[in-house]
């Protein structure tokens, strides 16, 4: 079965420009998380998705993030405009409904912002 | 602010010997608590979750948990090179009225050949 996959690996672009990262949640899974990770604030949850619906978005970091769900397989996070403090590996996760269940995790996307 | 902490290490072990890893939460209504690995470059990827207080067991690798301590460690006996890695602790805080996991920033563990 396949994983989370998400898309691209890598994503090197210039301040100011816009950012779309993409997420395809394994089959079955009704919860869907973005996670940033950087050596300074390690793993933070940005926001998350039950049944495509946002639930938490108090992590996104300002007005230049934005997450969409617009179906159950497919989930992008834009940023626009970006800048080089974006820079860190973007992660998304999925899970099933049971609150004890775990996340798994895509390969993430390290974005350069420079 | 409800947090999850741990050292960070590096915490070096000799091969074959036991590594403990530790963790706190400040959120005392957790219910769930999980431990990640995840080794450079790589996504994090699960090894354990506990729910209940006391001792979960897994081949090489052990989970204990306290709530009333507000305290979850791992043990990997028998540690390996390939155990190299980071591990973070991950806690299901209730938030905004839904659930999600808050990482730890992770404890590097080498073992030493």
């Known amino acids: 079965d396949a994983g989370v996959i998400q898309s691209p690996r890598h994503e090197v672009t210039e301040m100011g420009q816009e950012v779309t990262l993409r997420c395809k949640p394994i089959?079955?899974?009704?919860?869907l998380f973005w996670y940033r990770q950087t050596m300074m604030r390690g793993l933070e949850l940005l926001i998350y998705?039950?049944?495509?619906?946002?639930?938490?978005d108090s992590g996104m970091p300002e007005d230049r993030f934005s997450a969409k769900m617009p179906n159950a397989s497919f989930s992008t996070l834009k940023i626009q405009p970006s800048e080089p403090r974006d820079s860190a590996v973007y992660f998304c996760?999925?899970?099933?409904?049971?609150?004890?269940?775990?996340?798994?995790f895509g390969n993430g996307t390290r974005l350069t912002v420079t | 602010q409800k947090e999850v902490e741990q050292n960070s290490g590096p915490l070096s072990v000799p091969e074959g010997a036991i590594a403990s890893l530790n963790c706190t939460y400040s959120?005392?209504?957790?219910?769930?608590f999980f431990w990640y690995r995840q080794y450079s470059g790589k996504s994090p990827e699960l090894i354990m979750f506990?729910?209940?207080?006391g001792d979960k067991e897994d081949g090489r690798f052990t989970a204990q948990l306290n709530k009333a301590s507000q305290y979850v460690s791992l043990l990997i006996r028998d540690s390996q090179p390939s155990d190299s890695a980071t591990y973070l602790c991950a806690v299901n805080m209730w938030r905004g009225g839904a659930d999600g996991l808050t990482f730890g920033k992770g404890t590097h563990l080498i073992i030493q050949p």
């Open positions: 959120d005392r209504g957790s219910q769930s």
């Open positions: 998705f039950n049944n495509n619906v946002p639930i938490d």
């Open positions: 089959s079955g899974h009704d919860y």
């Open positions: 996760a999925s899970r099933i409904s049971s609150y004890n269940s775990p996340l798994h």
């Open positions: 506990i729910y209940s207080n």
